[in-house]
């Protein structure tokens, strides 16, 4: 069950514990994956599942006390572990992550800073709001830190603090009436599935609830992808559960065009959970 947004960034921190040998050690690494309640951090230690250790991020200088999930992926110095803050309320990555409670459908998911104080947020963007910054590559909203608004642009980097915007497609205004309005925008959105890898493709639309794009690859109804839309290769993109709701032939006999659904949050088992191993 997720209740907090995942940034895919790399941020500098050190992990200090003791190992299987009772040797205590402090390492400094990163971590790949961010979210309010955890991450995924690599490590060349051998962490066990249930070890707890202390994790600071070297940005903030903020540190918590962590659990560790288990191992993902990888082996010796470049194995890829779970963790899970046993504080969550410690706002270790100083970074404001929307509460999810299952009711939010946004267009995009965006990792934003003010560009008068550098606050940093996970902001959830509705189909026009998408459009404005897709336009101008920035967005006017209400900073809670400046207590103003001022204008937000999408970060590169945690570690410099730099919000470094990126030019994007100019979007043609086109809503049709429907429950979610539907605007016609061409926005790159990175797709990807266990079973049949990350693919990065274009929007033929997007609404609150979801949107449409087209794919050489043959996937069911119903079938469960994640998807971080906007999608920036190098950037801080979020990654958020769909479904594959419509599917018909496109132009050409070896296209499919997809209308996909965002899942709610709370009830969206991530698709790249943990594997756990037992330690033998």
Not at 180 to 193: E, F, G, M, Y
Request: aromatic share 6%.
């Amino acid at each position: 069950m997720r209740t907090s947004d995942r940034i895919f960034v790399e941020v500098p921190i050190s992990i200090t514990g003791t190992d299987p040998a009772g040797r205590p050690f402090e390492e400094t690494t990163r971590a790949l994956v961010l979210s309010r309640r955890g991450a995924r951090v690599i490590s060349r230690e051998p962490l066990a599942t249930d070890q707890i250790l202390t994790v600071r991020c070297l940005a903030t200088g903020l540190e918590t006390p962590v659990r560790v999930l288990g191992p993902i992926m990888g082996k010796g110095e470049a194995c890829h572990y779970g963790l899970a803050f046993l504080k969550p309320d410690v706002n270790v990555w100083g970074i404001k992550f929307p509460q999810l409670d299952g009711t939010e459908n946004p267009a995009g998911r965006m990792f934003l800073a003010c560009s008068n104080c550098h606050a940093q947020e996970v902001v959830h963007l509705d189909v026009f709001e998408l459009e404005v910054f897709l336009a101008n590559t920035c967005i006017s909203r209400y900073c809670s830190q400046c207590h103003t608004s001022s204008l937000w642009m999408r970060i590169t980097s945690v570690d410099a603090g730099i919000a470094v915007a990126r030019p994007a497609t100019k979007p043609r205004h086109t809503v049709q009436e429907r429950k979610s309005p539907r605007v016609t925008l061409n926005v790159a959105v990175c797709i990807r599935h266990p079973a049949h890898g990350q693919e990065i493709a274009t929007t033929e639309n997007v609404s609150r609830g979801g949107f449409r794009f087209k794919t050489e690859k043959d996937l069911p109804i119903g079938t469960i992808i994640e998807v971080a839309l906007p999608y920036s290769p190098g950037a801080s993109n979020i990654f958020t559960p769909a479904r594959i709701v419509h599917k018909e032939l496109g132009i050409g006999a070896k296209t499919f065009a997809y209308g996909v659904s965002y899942v709610p949050s709370p009830v969206a088992r991530s698709l790249t959970g943990l594997r756990i191993m037992q330690s033998k």
